[in-house]
């Protein structure tokens, strides 16, 4: 149930901003909702046209409000995004008639914080924010390990379902492909024919 603000707002003047330093708190959503009845040289004014707002966060973000007009008066309640950041804020409430936008209320104050970066519930804590982006990073790179572990395997597999034809095929390849890195290889470091083929053997038997 959202507690309803009463205001009076005359017409006759400048509008100048109340302060309410203990009015929001971090996590609330639709907790406050805003009344303003306008009044000119004393005489309630009923309203028309359309209600908007605007609440700037301490994080410098502006919400765009859309309120409504009841019984001739403002009508406005605060969404979620306006209790998200603690800080200080600034709030107005527009009645938009045509082109002509005419600020009726204003409002200072602070969104209370209510947390911290870390939560505890009975018998568990909520890692901070930078925490669980790693852990999530972990998990996401398990899964990635494990995915191209599960490839790996699968070829594997069908290698070994190679028909005899086809093996003696994929030896001859890998046999000439292993024969030229070792042939590169024996540019710098010099191999005899008798290691050459001892790493040959080494490659053939891997199928």
């Known amino acids: 149930m959202a507690i309803t603000i009463n205001r009076t707002t005359s017409l006759d003047g400048a509008i100048l901003p109340e302060y309410m330093p203990g009015?929001?708190?971090?996590?609330?959503n639709q907790a406050h909702k805003f009344v303003i009845t306008c009044t000119r040289g004393g005489s309630a004014v009923t309203l028309t046209g359309g209600i908007t707002g605007r609440f700037m966060?301490?994080?410098?973000?502006?919400?765009?409000?859309?309120?409504?007009?009841?019984?001739?008066?403002?009508?406005?309640?605060?969404?979620?995004s306006c209790y998200i950041v603690p800080g200080r804020f600034t709030m107005a409430i527009f009645n938009v008639v045509g082109n002509?936008?005419?600020?009726i209320y204003a409002l200072t104050g602070?969104?209370?914080?209510?947390?911290?970066?870390?939560?505890?519930?009975?018998g568990n804590t909520v890692p901070t924010i930078d925490n669980?982006?790693?852990e999530i990073d972990a998990m996401r790179q398990a899964t990635a390990d494990a995915n191209a572990a599960a490839t790996k395997a699968v070829r594997y597999d069908t290698t070994q379902s190679?028909?005899?034809?086809?093996?003696?095929?994929?030896r001859g390849n890998i046999d000439a492909a292993g024969l030229a890195q070792v042939v590169r290889h024996d540019a710098s470091q010099n191999l005899t024919e008798t290691q050459k083929n001892t790493a040959r053997g080494t490659m053939l038997r891997r199928i």
């Open 132 to 134: 669980l982006l790693a």
């Open 57 to 80: 966060r301490a994080d410098g973000q502006t919400i765009l409000l859309s309120g409504s007009i009841s019984s001739g008066k403002a009508n406005l309640t605060l969404p979620q």
């Open 162 to 170: 190679l028909t005899d034809a086809n093996k003696t095929t994929a």
């Open 23 to 28: 009015l929001l708190y971090m996590n609330e």
């Open 110 to 122: 602070n969104v209370a914080r209510t947390q911290t970066d870390t939560l505890v519930d009975p």
């Open 100 to 103: 002509a936008v005419t600020t």
